[in-house]
């Protein structure tokens, strides 16, 4: 969300609230003022010229990243999804991370350390109380969690080919004990047009369902060709 939807969606959640009280049967004159004085600084702040600026240094940055480009589709879709910069744009279905998929990991890779692998063991030594994924098995799975590689529903239809071109700052704050749901949330980052292509960034935040931190973090780069 930029600054300006932020401040519109901020005043129309106040305005409501202030509307919904009944200010002439409420004696409270400091009230009355308090509501009239927030309405008044939100009317004021959405019609200074710094938020004015704002949004013309963003169109003023749109233009120049598109400067040189001709490719209508690269043109269109780059001004529908710059508006989408900084927002939330996908969250995923759950999905369970079991322990045959755990071991089909391993025997693909051949990790095969008991944290892993030995329940039982893992049940009686390890500080998790059970067997975990890979870390890299969770990163693994981001196309599927993030539905990129479904062809029946492509993500981003306008495009002829997507191609991964790599991750960045990728983490795995909290480890995925076997048997745990998790889903991906995606927020994109930013854009970045070339003649031919566009390239996306996004922030992709997998949860497990019951935990309040994320188990895998990780900036994606695609590259959509038109």
Same mark, same amino acid.
Request: proline share 4%; charged share 25%; net charge negative.
């Given at each position: 969300?930029?600054v300006?939807?932020?401040i ?12 919904g ?5 409420n004696?409270d004159?400091?009230?009355?003022q308090l509501?009239?004085?927030?309405s008044?600084?939100?009317?004021n702040?959405?019609n200074?010229?710094?938020? &004015? ?15 040189g ?10 001004r529908?999804?710059?508006?989408r910069?900084?927002?939330? !744009?996908?969250?995923g ?8 998929r ?7 890779t051949?990790?095969?350390q008991?944290?892993?692998t ?5 049940r009686n030594? &390890?500080p998790?109380?059970?067997t975990?994924?890979h870390?890299?098995l ?9 539905d ?8 981003y239809p306008?495009?002829?080919?997507v191609?991964n071109?790599?991750?960045d700052q !990728?983490?795995?704050p909290h480890? !995925? ?7 991906a949330?995606?927020?994109?980052k ?22 309040s931190r ?10 959509l060709?038109?």
């Open positions: 969300m930029d300006i939807e932020y519109r969606e901020k005043e129309r959640s106040l305005r409501s609230r202030i509307n009280f009944d200010l002439k049967g004696p004159g400091h009230l009355r509501t009239y004085f927030i008044h600084s939100l009317n702040t959405l200074n010229s710094w938020v &004015s600026r704002i949004k013309l240094f963003s169109e003023i940055e749109e233009e120049q990243d598109l400067q480009v001709k490719n209508p589709k690269v043109i269109a879709f780059y529908d999804w710059h508006s910069i900084g927002k939330e !744009v996908f969250v279905d759950w999905m369970t991370v079991d322990q045959a755990i071991d089909s990991f391993a025997s693909v051949g990790d095969q008991w944290i892993h030995d329940p039982e063991r893992a030594e &390890s998790f109380g059970d975990i994924a870390g890299f969770i990163l693994s799975l981001l196309p599927h969690l993030t990129t590689v479904n062809p029946e529903k492509p993500p306008e495009a002829r080919m191609v071109c790599g991750l !990728v983490r795995f480890p !995925v004990k076997s048997g745990s749901r998790i889903r949330r995606t927020t994109l930013s854009l970045s047009a070339g003649k031919r292509s566009v390239e996306m960034v996004n922030r992709i935040e997998v949860e497990a369902e019951g935990s994320f188990v895998c973090v990780a900036d994606s780069l695609l590259r060709y038109f």
